[in-house]
T-cell receptor
Framework: DVKVTQSSRYLVKRTGEKVFLECVQDMDHENMFWYRQDPGLGLRLIYF???????EKGDIPEGYSVSREKKERFSLILESASTNQTSMYLC?????????????FGPGTRLTVL | SQQGEEDPQALSIQEGENATMNCSYKTSINNLQWYRQNSGRGLVHLILIRSNEREKHSGRLRVTLDTSKKSSSLLITASRAADTASYFC????????????FGKGTHLIIQP
């Protein structure tokens, strides 16, 4: 079974702090994704990566950056956390390919910024 | 912007009944997927239907796709309490490996 793990289930940070959310997948997937999920807004794509050291902006990249130094790990960075970044963050991975792009999700990190 | 829009937003039925959820989308797709999310957890892939398919089954799940109407439906037969979850459709409007676009979901409650 594909396993996608996220470093924390719950996280509480203060405004202005630098926050790192880590995601690791164990299936040698090429693609990795970061989403945030908010009530009434559904899932929104923040960033994705299709290869090591490669990254692409999603729909809402402002205030975030990412790092993919190793194939299995994709980090989301909040350079200076703000209260409007309080959200559920979901990481996902998928095999490369046009048709078979089923995504496998981690359990999520619920981040609260005070 | 959201590609897929699920309907209804919320659905409550009795255990044993069938549940039907719909998804509409705006642009051409290669495939459409349905995911389930239990409260406070990550999403789990349920089924993928390709643009050249009209219907697909997996256990108690039946998915239809009408590309002319740009819509899909997910039917869960003989519902169980464990089916209580949010269900999302996702399309690959961005193209294969570039991520999926998710709808806002249908929250399904199965009453025992």
């Amino acid at each position: 079974d594909v396993k996608v793990t996220q470093s924390s289930r719950y996280l509480v940070k203060r405004t202005g702090e630098k926050v790192f959310l880590e995601c690791v997948q164990d299936m040698d997937h090429e693609n990795m994704f970061w989403y945030r999920q908010d009530p009434g807004l559904g899932l929104r794509l923040i960033y994705f990566s299709y290869d090591v050291k490669m990254k692409e902006k999603g729909d809402i990249p402002e205030g975030y950056s990412v790092s993919r130094e190793k194939k299995e790990r994709f980090s989301l960075i909040l350079e200076s956390a703000s209260t409007n970044q309080t959200s559920m963050y979901l990481c996902a991975s998928s095999l490369s390919g046009e048709i078979t792009d089923t995504q496998y999700f981690g359990p999520g990190t619920r981040l609260t910024v005070l | 912007s959201q590609q897929g829009e699920e309907d209804p937003q919320a659905l409550s039925i009795q255990e044993g009944e069938n549940a039907t959820m719909n998804c509409s989308y705006k642009t051409s797709i290669n495939n459409l997927q349905w995911y389930r999310q239990n409260s406070g957890r990550g999403l789990v892939h349920l089924i993928l239907i390709r643009s050249n398919e009209r219907e697909k089954h997996s256990g108690r799940l039946r998915v239809t796709l009408d590309t002319s109407k740009k819509s899909s439906s997910l039917l869960i037969t003989a519902s169980r309490a464990a089916d209580t979850a949010s269900y999302f459709c996702a399309t690959d409007a961005r193209g294969g490996a570039d991520g999926l676009t998710f709808g806002k979901g249908t929250h399904l409650i199965i009453q025992p």
